[in-house]
Nanobody
Framework: QVQLVQSGGGFVQPGGSLRLSCTPS????????IGWFRQAPGKEREGLLC????????YYSESVANRFTISRDAANNTVYLQMSSLKPEDTAVYYC????????????????WGQGTQVTVSS
C-alpha cells in the first residue's frame, strides 16, 4: 500500500503564495503520476494539475492557470504544488493523488490519496 504524505498549506492573505508537497511512501523505478485536487465545502472535488511519470504536465482547471505550477524533485521523490496570487476562492482542502497508470483530471482514476491539507485565503 502506498501512502502519500502531504505538507504545507495553512492561512494566507489574498495575493500571497504557498507551496504544498506530496511524498509517496514507496519509490518505484517509474515515478507515480501525481495529481493535485481540491475540494471546497459543498463542492465536488476539482482536478487541478498533474505531473506524469516522465514529468509531462497536465493542466485541468482554468481557474488556476498561470497561478499554480506543479513540479517534481526526483531526488526527494516529492511533488510540489506552487500556488501564487492566491484568491479567497482558492480556499479548500487540497489533496494529492497517485495513479498506477497515468494522469487524469478525474479523481476516481487515482489509486492512492494524501491526507489532505487546508488552504485558507482571507484578509
Amino acid at each position: 500500500q502506498v501512502q502519500l504524505v502531504q505538507s504545507g498549506g495553512g492561512f494566507v492573505q489574498p495575493g500571497g503564495s504557498l507551496r504544498l508537497s506530496c511524498t509517496p511512501s514507496v519509490r518505484r523505478g517509474r515515478p507515480y503520476p501525481i495529481g493535485w485536487f481540491r475540494q471546497a465545502p459543498g463542492k465536488e472535488r476539482e482536478g487541478l494539475l498533474c505531473i506524469s511519470y516522465d514529468d509531462l504536465k497536465g493542466y485541468y482547471s482554468e481557474s488556476v492557470a498561470n497561478r499554480f505550477t506543479i513540479s517534481r524533485d526526483a531526488a526527494n521523490n516529492t511533488v510540489y504544488l506552487q500556488m501564487s496570487s492566491l484568491k479567497p476562492e482558492d480556499t479548500a482542502v487540497y489533496y494529492c493523488a497517485a495513479s498506477r497508470d497515468r494522469c487524469s483530471a478525474y479523481h476516481y482514476l487515482y489509486d492512492y490519496w494524501g491526507q489532505g491539507t487546508q488552504v485558507t485565503v482571507s484578509s
